[in-house]
């Protein structure tokens, strides 16, 4: 993975599709908020050892990073890195990560769903604000999670950058923006 952070990598899986998070304890639908993090030291938070993947610190400067948080507490859930790709006319998602808290695929358990779709809906966002009618695309991490969005999101894959890379289209991303519902703070 760390030959992958100047390039990015998709490997987070999509699980309950939820407007807002849902507690996987109680079943508890929590509103979200997203925000940008503009401050390189604030992400010194968000380290490999502490299980999010990468070192967010690390990532290139011209990567947007966003997290999702829970509007009452602003505790963040996941982030996102997305770059605007002018030459694809597309949001290129470089990165996105779950908290470890709710990352089962790696920890065992997770304690709210509905992350992963989220992080993809505000690079679908992005992509609008934009001007690129919302389509997205990144470098997934394996076969395996190709088929996967695939499967939740009508991904195609293009494969022409990287081997798994996927192209989430204008008619399904808006498909996928019509699903999550959260608010942005500070734009």
Not at 66 to 90: F, R, S, W
Not at 131 to 158: P, R, S
Request: aromatic share 12%; net charge negative; with cysteine.
């Amino acid at each position: 993975m760390e030959n992958s952070i100047n390039q990015g990598c998709l490997d987070i899986w999509i699980d309950e599709i939820v407007p807002c998070l849902k507690d996987t304890d109680t079943g508890e639908i929590l509103d979200t908020v997203v925000f940008k993090i503009e401050s390189r030291s604030y992400l010194k938070k968000f380290q490999k050892k502490d299980g999010w993947h990468i070192n967010w610190n690390e990532i290139p400067k011209d990567v947007e990073v966003y997290a999702l948080a829970l509007k009452d507490t602003n505790e963040i859930q996941g982030l996102v890195g997305v770059k605007k790709d002018d030459d694809a006319e597309a949001a290129y998602i470089h990165w996105a990560c779950t908290a470890p808290h709710n990352n089962k695929h790696e920890f065992g358990k997770q304690k709210y769903e509905g992350v992963g779709g989220h992080l993809f809906a505000i690079a679908i966002d992005r992509s609008l604000q934009w001007g690129f009618d919302g389509t997205v695309h990144g470098f997934a991490a394996n076969k395996e999670l190709v088929k996967h969005y695939q499967e939740k999101f009508n991904a195609f894959h293009l494969g022409m950058l990287h081997e798994y890379q996927i192209v989430v289209e204008a008619p399904n991303a808006r498909k996928i923006l019509e699903v999550y519902d959260y608010e942005w703070s500070g734009e």
